[in-house]
């Protein structure tokens, strides 16, 4: 696997930006006063070329009022990061409207829309969608991690649509890691596509993307869905500065340590499973929902949010003395 040194770096889509990257211990300095950073987390589009999912689900509907949802509530993102599954399996077609719709989130915030394949994607035709360009010499149905500069963190945008990463992934990712921060080549490795330099390094830690999590879901029909070389990924990412895994697939929200790094499987656009479906069953029900993701200096916090707008059961504007709305005896 080599890196793509003929693209010059594309500034108007931050996705397209590769560099070589330093593996440094998660307890090494970090930089004074840097701010928090806010990650919309998206994931399972299932975006479908003609009807919708289900005869209810239009996944990039769903995106775009995902994307209203946050503006509305005043949220700042400094990056938006899509899981996978961006197209429901069979629907190649729809990947041309998905790139309109990844280009207008970026301009529309004005910040890098950074997005991985799933299992019900297609890694050929999603070589249209911004970011996702195959390097020189690489096939169209090849893998193409990349890493990503997003302010003082790097994100490492890993291909599991085979639900597994592979041999070569997994050794892309062990060298992107290796190097300590600050003493990159500057040619960059891996297969993405630009150039990179060792001021491209982020100090704050990196983040890995990628749609199957790295453990089970508790529900016994996904309890062995999960990410299938789950081990060897976790050995190389133990003891560097990987922070944070954001990962998809489960169509629920779950959390968890894994060698001592949080992982975030966040919740779907497209519906959110039955948590207590039928023994021997998978069912879904029409709930959006997408995850708010803080990173800082002092950890990592994920928060899932509902896209919709339910009954209002009470508004209280808090004081001084008053922190909680104070419960109701009849």
């Known amino acids: 696997m080599t890196a793509d ?12 930006l590769v560099h070589p990257a330093g593996r440094v211990t998660p307890d090494g300095p970090r930089p004074s006063g840097s701010r928090r950073t806010t990650v919309l987390h998206l994931s399972d589009v299932h975006a479908t070329a003609v009807a919708s999912l289900y005869g209810v689900v239009d996944g990039i509907t769903r995106m775009r009022a995902a994307s209203d949802y946050a503006r509305a509530a005043g949220l700042e993102p400094d990056a938006i990061v899509i899981s996978g599954d961006l197209i429901e399996r069979g629907n190649a077609a729809a990947y041309p409207a998905l790139r309109d719709a990844l280009l207008e989130l970026e301009d529309s915030w004005g910040v890098p829309v950074l997005s991985v394949l799933g299992n019900h994607d297609e890694r050929a035709a999603a070589r249209i969608l911004p970011g996702h360009r195959a390097s020189v010499g690489a096939r169209a149905e090849d893998a193409s991690p990349r890493a990503v500069r997003v302010g003082a963190w790097r994100f490492v945008l890993l291909d599991s649509s085979t639900g597994t990463l592979g041999a070569e992934q997994l050794a892309w990712l062990d060298a992107e890691l290796r190097l300590p921060a600050g003493t990159g080549t500057g040619t960059g490795t891996g297969t993405g596509t630009g150039t990179g330099s060792s001021s491209s390094l982020a100090p704050s830690g990196t983040v890995v993307v990628m749609h199957h999590p790295p ?43 894994m060698r001592g790094v949080h992982v975030s499987a966040g919740p779907a656009l497209a519906y959110h499973q039955v948590m207590d479906a039928e023994p021997g069953t998978v069912s879904g029900f029409d709930r959006s929902m997408f995850s708010l993701v803080h ?11 509902g896209v919709e707008h339910p009954a209002l059961l009470f508004t209280l504007t808090p004081t001084p003395t008053t922190s909680q709305p104070s419960p109701v005896s009849s």
Do not use: K, Y
Not at 235 to 241: A, L, N, P, Q, S
Not at 295 to 305: H, W
């Open 5 to 16: 040194l003929a693209h010059p770096v594309d500034l108007a889509h931050p996705a397209d």
């Open 215 to 257: 453990l089970g879901s508790p529900l016994p029909m996904l309890a062995r869905a999960g990410l299938r070389d789950a081990a060897d990924f976790l050995d190389i990412v133990e003891g560097t500065d990987v922070r944070a895994i954001l990962c998809g697939h489960f169509h629920h929200p779950l959390s968890a340590t």
């Open 295 to 305: 990173l800082g200096a002092d950890g990592v916090s994920t928060s899932s949010v």
